[in-house]
């Protein structure tokens, strides 16, 4: 089966390019699932109901988040919801919304999804590590394919637990820096990784945002009211093909499509 995971869309110019190139990958690819990561669709910070029911309508399957899935309070109603819309699994208990779930494609095939945010350079939660010790041995009794979505800051961090699920878990694919590596590939153990599946907005701007706020931040040190940039939209991916049965990556692709 083929899993379509498109990293961090920002805003309208992510969305847009997002429905410009979502169908014809789904296409080209015969994807079975697509995963999203949503957590700054909707204004550049976090995610609404309206924004989400676009992305859906788009084609998305599962919406995966972070750190910003918290911005807009509307949509903490709805993260207890049957709507396919997850955030990090290891917030502390107590707090709206799963961090994984279970999810069927139209051939049939049950799929894991596991969101989950690092600790380095970011909020002091719940350890990743062992969160998902908790949550990969009962996932794998429903099914073999587990994919898992890490958003996190430091590179380190993200490729030592890639390595420490390695085998146990499909893909493992990083988000939150918004800028994509070319690290794509398999682990011994047949976990597909890459280190941060980059961003689905404006290339032409620092992460997604305008460039010439982010170096006024840089300059003065003060606070800076941030806007999403427009120019130059791009749509970063990658494209896991795992094997049904033994829940293996057989191949990953990267992806980069420009409007």
Partial sequence: MNLLFVGDVIGRCGRRILSEHLDRLVDE?????????GENAAGGFGLTLDVAREMFGLGVDVITSGNHIWY???IYSHLDG??????????????PGRGVGV?????????????????VFMDNLDCPFRA???????LRKETPIVFVDFHAEATSEKAAL???????VSALAGTH?????ADERILPGGTGYITDVGLTGSLDSVIGIRKELAIERFLTQLPVRFEVAKKKPVLC????????HSGRTEKVLRIQKEG
């Fill in 29 to 37: 690819h015969m994807v079975d699932l697509v995963v999203v990561n």
């Fill in 72 to 74: 807009k309070r509307e």
């Fill in 82 to 95: 049957e709507r396919p819309i997850l955030r990090p699994a290891n917030y502390p208990p107590g707090l």
């Fill in 103 to 119: 999810f069927t494609t139209a051939g049939g095939v049950p799929v894991a999804v596991v969101n989950l945010e690092g600790r």
């Fill in 132 to 138: 998902a010790d908790a949550l990969i041995e009962d």
């Fill in 162 to 168: 890639a390595n420490y699920l390695d085998g146990r």
């Fill in 177 to 181: 820096t918004h800028v994509q590596t």
């Fill in 237 to 244: 991916a990658a494209l896991f093909t795992i094997d049904e």
